[in-house]
T-cell receptor, first 112, second 116 residues
Framework: SQKIEQNSEALNIQEGKTATLTCNYT??????LQWYRQDPGRGPVFLLL?????KEKRKERLKVTFDTTLKQSLFHITASQPADSATYLC???????????FGAGTRLFVKA | GAGVSQSPSNKVTEKGKDVELRCDPI?????LYWYRQSLGQGLEFLIY????????KSGLPSDRFSAERTGGSVSTLTIQRTQQEDSAVYLC??????????????FGPGTRLTVL
């Protein structure tokens, strides 16, 4: 079945460092990948979208890459801040329908 | 303008009862999605609406689950004869289809359902 996998272990980093989160997909070739942020008790909030023909996308301190050979997207937060602490979700539309597939998310903790 | 709203925010019910969860999407958004999120898990797709029709119901876990959308706006997710495994947060999202099927989804705050 079509799957998106993210590292289930929480990522702990020091303020000011770059956080790198991984998203791997299996059994399909998504036309795009989206990244969302989710805070406890809230719905996800869209951050960035990258299409399969784009290698890299940037928005302020965020950078996303898409490697169709490795079947992987990397999400980077540079100069991280405690306010960046949240769960980050990777998502894409599956093939053959309108279903959106989400990864389980990676929890990021940024320490001051 | 207003974002996606959902009601109730919390619902506690007894096993076997029916529940209705409501979603008010962003005005003008033609696409509407329902998801379920269990504790510590990712979002599980349930159903997708385009206008009032549901071209993708592939995520509904059983025939106890149904959803409708009227007037291309408000949507209701109904769970009949609730079971304890139905306990989860139910999230609704809407999206504008203008120009692209890749458009971002705007999520509501969710309804936390607890089945005792």
């Amino acid at each position: 079945s079509q799957k998106i996998e993210q590292n289930s272990e929480a990522l702990n980093i020091q303020e000011g460092k770059t956080a790198t989160l991984t998203c791997n997909y299996t059994n399909y070739s998504p036309a795009y990948l989206q990244w969302y942020r989710q805070d406890p008790g809230r719905g996800p909030v869209f951050l960035l979208l990258i299409r399969e023909n784009e290698k890299e996308k940037r928005k302020e301190r965020l950078k996303v890459t898409f490697d169709t050979t490795l079947k992987q997207s990397l999400f980077h937060i540079t100069a991280s801040q405690p306010a960046d602490s949240a769960t980050y979700l990777c998502a894409s539309r599956g093939t053959g329908g309108f279903k959106t597939i989400f990864g389980a998310g990676t929890r990021l903790f940024v320490k001051a | 303008g207003a974002g996606v709203s959902q009601s109730p925010s919390n619902k506690v019910t007894e096993k076997g009862k029916d529940v209705e969860l409501r979603c008010d999407p962003i005005s003008g958004h033609t696409a509407l999605y329902w998801y379920r999120q269990s504790l510590g898990q990712g979002l599980e797709f349930l159903i997708y609406f385009q206008g009032n029709s549901a071209p993708d119901k592939s995520g509904l876990p059983s025939d106890r689950f149904s959803a409708e959308r009227t007037g291309g706006s408000v949507s209701t997710l109904t769970i009949q004869r609730t079971q304890q495994e139905d306990s989860a947060v139910y999230l609704c999202a809407s999206s504008s289809l203008a120009g692209s099927l890749y458009n971002e989804q705007f999520f509501g705050p969710g309804t936390r359902l607890t089945v005792l």
